[in-house]
Structures are given as structure tokens and as C-alpha cells.
């Protein structure tokens, strides 16, 4: 075994190189394709479209203001200190934040409701014929 001091990891050099491709492990991560079984049973159960759409919409829509309301404040301190060095001042407008996390939200929502549709629209048998 060798020591890598860059990454602070252990690696054999005799052992096979093992990789993964980002569009794989990417395809790996949506919450509709990691849920459809979950989605299945529920519309078996009797969930309507609009049950499971709310579903997946409220874990993005909570992360989106968390990561929005975090963000917004250092946004502003660090573009109202970069137009402080120009010497023409530029205003910061205040709405322009606002309506980018709506704008934010806007797009988050529209993705995942196409999957979150798709997936509640398909047929649960499918999901669940391998159990």
C-alpha cells in the first residue's frame, strides 16, 4: 500500500482502476427515479397526482429558501462591496434579489413536477412486478 499525500487516501497500485462516469452517478441521485416503487405503493394505496407531486415538491421547495435565504444576505454584501470599487456607482437594487429566488423556485418546481407528474401518471404494476 503507498500513501497519497495529496488526497490523504490510501491506494494499491496492483489493484484494478476502478471509475464511474458523472451522467451515471447523476442518473443515480433523482429522488422520482430513486422513488418509484415508493410511488407505486402509494397509488396503489390511493394517492392521488397531486398528493405525490406535493410530495416531491416540498423536499426541493425547502431546500431552495433555506439555500436562498442563506445566500441572499452574502450575495448582497459581497456585490455592494464589489460596486463600491468602481468609480461610476451602480445602485443595488433590492428587489432584484427577491426575484431571483423566485425565479429559482419557479424552475426548481417546473422540473420537478415533470418528473414528479410522469412518475405519478405511470402505471404502479410496473414499479412493482419485480417484488
Known amino acids: 500500500m503507498a500513501w497519497c499525500c ?4 490510501f491506494f494499491n497500485p496492483s489493484a484494478p482502476f476502478d471509475y464511474t462516469f458523472v451522467d451515471e452517478e447523476y442518473a443515480h441521485l433523482f429522488a422520482a427515479e430513486q422513488r418509484v ?3 407505486g405503493i402509494r397509488k396503489v394505496l390511493g394517492a392521488s397526482v397531486f398528493n405525490i407531486w ?3 415538491s416540498k423536499d426541493f421547495v425547502t ?3 433555506v439555500a436562498t435565504f442563506i445566500a441572499t444576505p452574502i450575495a448582497y454584501f459581497v456585490v455592494h462591496h464589489w460596486l463600491e470599487g468602481y468609480e ?20 426548481t418546481l ?3 413536477s415533470v418528473h414528479a407528474i410522469k412518475a405519478a401518471l405511470a ?5 412493482l412486478r419485480p417484488e
Do not use: C, D, H, M
Request: hydrophobic share 55%; proline share 5%; aromatic share 12%.
Open 88 to 107: 461610476y456607482k451602480a445602485e443595488l437594487l433590492w428587489w432584484i434579489f427577491p426575484a431571483t429566488g423566485i425565479g429559482i423556485l419557479l424552475i
Open 37 to 39: 416503487k415508493e410511488i
Open 6 to 9: 495529496q488526497q490523504g487516501l
Open 110 to 112: 417546473t422540473t420537478v
Open 63 to 65: 431546500v431552495v429558501l
Open 123 to 127: 402505471n404502479p404494476a410496473r414499479s
Open 54 to 56: 406535493q410530495l416531491f
